[in-house]
Structure formats: C-alpha cells, structure tokens
C-alpha cells in the first residue's frame, strides 16, 4: 500500500504564496508521475500540475505561470510553489502519485493523499 502525506496548507491573503508539499511512502517500486488536483466547494475536482519521473510538467492554464511542480525523486516528494494566489484558488488540494507496486507491478495505479485546505482571503 501507498501512503501520501500533504503539509503546507493554510490561510493567505491574495497575492500571497504557500508552498505545498506530499512525500509519498510504502511498498512501491517507482512513481511515474506526481502531481496535484484540487476541489472547491461546488465545483468537480480539477487537475492543478502533475510531473512525471524524468521532470515533464503539465500544468492548467488557470494556474500556468503563478504555480511551479517540482519533484524530488530522492525523497518521493513532490511540492507545489503557488504564487500570486487568487481567492479562486481556494480548494482543497489533493496529492496524486501514479506508482507502480507489488499488487500492481506493470501498471501504474493512482494513490490520493487525503486532501489539504488552501484558504486564500483577506
């Protein structure tokens, strides 16, 4: 099994920044890709950024040029830079990590972190 564990969420006001963080751990053999959804009241869960093992990004256009993914595949961690932060950025942000494991050795299978608040208000 596949454990996500999310930290750096909180309160800020507009134009503020956080830095979102998810180390992933368990019983994995590689993680191809990482990455980040979130979900605001109401609306469907939406992709944020991803990342894959050798540093390819894709990143949503709302975010594209405000938010940055990076990777430390040392670690299995994955971080989220998020600047300039807009109240419609508020969410809950959800960590992905696409690994492949003993149960699931040549497909990778999709683990979610259990989801971190991400205020933005003044």
């Known amino acids: 099994q596949v454990q996500l564990v999310e930290s750096g969420g909180g309160l800020v006001q507009p134009g503020g920044s956080l830095r979102l963080s998810c180390a992933a751990s368990g019983s994995i053999f590689s993680i191809k890709t990482m990455g980040w959804y979130r979900q605001a009241p109401g609306k469907q869960r939406e992709l944020v950024a991803t990342?894959?093992?050798?540093?390819?990004?894709n990143v949503a256009d709302s975010v594209k040029g405000r938010f940055t993914i990076s990777r430390d595949n040392a670690q299995n961690t994955v971080y989220l830079e998020m600047n300039s932060l807009k109240p419609e950025d508020a969410a809950v942000y959800y960590c992905?990590?696409?690994?492949?494991?003993?149960?699931?050795?040549?497909?990778?299978?999709?683990?979610w972190g259990l989801g971190i608040q991400v205020t933005v208000s003044s």
């Open positions: 992905l990590a696409s690994c492949t494991t003993p149960t699931s050795p040549l497909f990778p299978h999709d683990y």
């Open positions: 990342i894959t093992s050798g540093g390819s990004t």
